[in-house]
């Protein structure tokens, strides 16, 4: 029996400059942090003839190659682990859809266990390496590389993506204060709403590969309040970082109609009004988690509960990708 954690992350700064078709003509910057709501995945194995696969489905096959979850067979053949005798069943504190990077913690947590039970050692940047390469290059899956990276490495973390697809990877440097009040002042509710971010991550896409000078800007401009707010962060100025993230959101909305909706736009106005000092939709977009940061979170809460909204309470996560029981 073997365990695995992967934590899902809030995005702080540069999303979307993450993606193959942007950084490698523009090189890509993004802000993540882990938080303490995991994917987790177990592997048995059985004394039955059968790959048995549980996730929001159960499959029951004899090889790999039946299997219709295109992560989980993909993950499998690139480890070298056959069919037979295995068990493996997925849990996850949250839903996916919701914009918290829940493939790529997914991802990263099968891999973990699944070269937990061949016995190969492997890095943190080796693992992150590898889920990207399953989504991006296998699947070919609209996405970026932050979700596997962040799930992996865990932290307050930047990561710069470079043209020739190599990851610089730097911890946050923040004051022990800082920390803690960003702990403490961030605060997330759940919309209702989820989604699948490939629609609106496959606009991004074409449009970046076909150079759209409107999209590049958009882009471009991200990037840089993702630097800006590194910097503010790293001074201890979390108003600013506040300020910062009120204007990516605006500019976020700007990227596809698919964004936002008039009632997730209501609901952030109306969180304006009551102590928000700014705030995005995290992930993608088109539903998900709205994100705040807040001074007065007693007076947040109780309006945005009051609108109908649950609130998700976290913490930073620090551990990243671990295996939690083998034996």
């Known amino acids: 029996m073997i365990i695995t954690r992967s934590p899902l992350r809030i995005s702080l700064g540069g999303g979307g400059t993450d993606l193959p078709s942007y950084y490698r003509e523009h090189e890509g910057f993004v802000l993540a942090a882990a938080i303490d709501k995991y994917v987790y995945i177990t592997l048995h194995e059985t004394f039955v003839e059968d790959l048995i696969v549980k996730y929001s489905k159960m499959e029951v096959v004899r090889s790999v190659d039946e299997l219709t979850h295109p992560i989980v067979r993909e993950a499998l053949n690139l480890v070298g682990v056959g069919a037979p005798y295995l068990e493996?069943?997925?849990?996850?504190?949250?839903?996916?859809?919701?914009?918290?990077?829940?493939?790529?913690?997914?991802?990263?947590?099968?891999?973990?266990?699944?070269?937990?039970?061949?016995?190969?050692?492997?890095?943190?940047?080796?693992?992150?390496?590898?889920?990207?390469?399953?989504?991006?290059?296998?699947?070919?899956?609209?996405?970026?590389?932050?979700?596997?990276?962040?799930?992996?490495?865990?932290?307050?973390?930047?990561?710069?993506?470079?043209?020739?697809?190599?990851?610089?990877?730097?911890?946050?440097?923040?004051?022990?204060?800082?920390?803690?009040?960003?702990?403490?002042?961030?605060?997330?509710?759940?919309?209702?709403?989820?989604?699948?971010?490939?629609?609106?991550?496959?606009?991004?896409?074409?449009?970046?590969?076909?150079?759209?000078?409107?999209?590049?800007?958009?882009?471009?401009?991200?990037?840089?309040?993702?630097?800006?707010?590194?910097?503010?962060?790293?001074?201890?100025?979390?108003?600013?970082?506040?300020e910062l993230m009120h204007v990516h959101w605006e500019h976020k909305k700007c990227r596809s109609q698919e964004m936002t909706n008039s009632r997730i736009n209501d609901w952030y106005e109306l969180a304006r009004r009551n102590g928000a000092l700014g705030g995005k939709l995290i992930g993608a977009g088109g539903g998900g988690f709205l994100m705040f940061y807040t001074e007065d979170k007693t007076r947040l809460r109780h309006v945005m509960r009051g609108a109908g909204l649950r609130e998700l309470r976290i913490r930073f996560d620090f551990g990243g990708t671990t295996v939690l029981a083998q034996h």
């Open 88 to 242: 493996i069943v997925s849990m996850s504190d949250i839903p996916a859809g919701t914009g918290l990077g829940s493939s790529g913690s997914f991802t990263t947590a099968l891999l973990r266990g699944l070269h937990a039970l061949k016995r190969n050692p492997i890095t943190r940047q080796e693992l992150a390496e590898q889920a990207c390469h399953i989504e991006i290059g296998k699947l070919a899956e609209p996405v970026g590389k932050q979700d596997q990276y962040i799930a992996s490495f865990g932290g307050i973390t930047c990561f710069r993506f470079r043209p020739d697809d190599s990851v610089e990877i730097q911890p946050l440097k923040l004051a022990p204060e800082t920390l803690c009040n960003l702990e403490d002042n961030l605060a997330l509710f759940f919309t209702g709403y989820t989604r699948s971010a490939s629609g609106i991550l496959r606009d991004q896409d074409t449009r970046s590969k076909q150079k759209d000078s409107g999209m590049i800007s958009h882009l471009d401009h991200i990037k840089q309040l993702g630097y800006e707010s590194k910097t503010a962060l790293e001074s201890g100025d979390l108003r600013k970082f506040a």
